[in-house]
């Protein structure tokens, strides 16, 4: 369920204020009553007409999108870089990122044209578990990495107790390969939380959003999340 003045905003009718004044102006009806009450909430399946015309209300959709490193998790870009939409040539519907991947981060980002999906996702009070893979400079012994699991300082607050798992460790190279597993979603959280252990991320990779991964899906490629896909996100999320 959304505010009756964002469905109209989303729906292209006028911007979020215009649509504010057109409801107070008893313009605007919900399934064949007058509604004046802007904390309104309406969802897909109820009819909206807006001086007598029914706006058109997209479906929603739902995609688990593989982004390539050197890509922005935005819409648009005012400096013209490539943004995660515009491997969505062929889908209509006004799609957003599900929270961001920093410009050189790879893997899973859910794109969805739902912000009520989106905010129970990204929500701090019940975050979906994420799960990232680091290169990270250094060759940790675990218990260096217990911090992790009391938490760590990042900004000046600490972090939630987090999952780790050393993958394998290139003492030639002096580099090591590390899963970590979150459900905050603070600025550049992962680099900042590898960088307060002492060992910097050369490379980062999200593998996983609660249980979706990426199987069968390579850089740069998308596919539709089923039914089932997205309740099971929501059950998830939810649970924490
Ligand atoms: N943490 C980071 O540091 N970067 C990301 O892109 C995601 C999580």
Known sequence: MERLQKVMAHAGVASRRKSES?????????NGKKVTELGYKVGGNDSVEVDGIPIYQEQPVYFVFYKPRGVISAVSDDKDRKVVTDYFPRVSERI?????L??????????????EFANILT??????EKTYVAKVKGTPRPEDLRAFKRGVVIDGRKTAPAKYKILSTDRIKGTSIIELIIHEGRNHQVKKMFEAVGLPVMKLKREKVG????????????????KKEVSQLLVE????
Not at 96 to 100: E, H, L, S, Y
Not at 123 to 128: D, F, G, L, Y
Not at 211 to 226: A, F
């Open 102 to 115: 920093d410009y050189d981060t790879s893997g899973l980002l859910i794109m969805t044209n739902d912000g």
């Open 22 to 30: 057109m409801i107070l102006e008893g313009r605007v009806s919900v």
């Open 96 to 100: 957003f990122p599900v929270g961001r």
């Open 123 to 128: 929500h701090p009070k019940h975050e979906i």
């Open 211 to 226: 249980s979706l991964n990426l199987l069968g899906l390579v850089s740069g490629q998308y596919r539709e999340l089923s």
């Open 237 to 240: 999320a939810k649970e924490k």
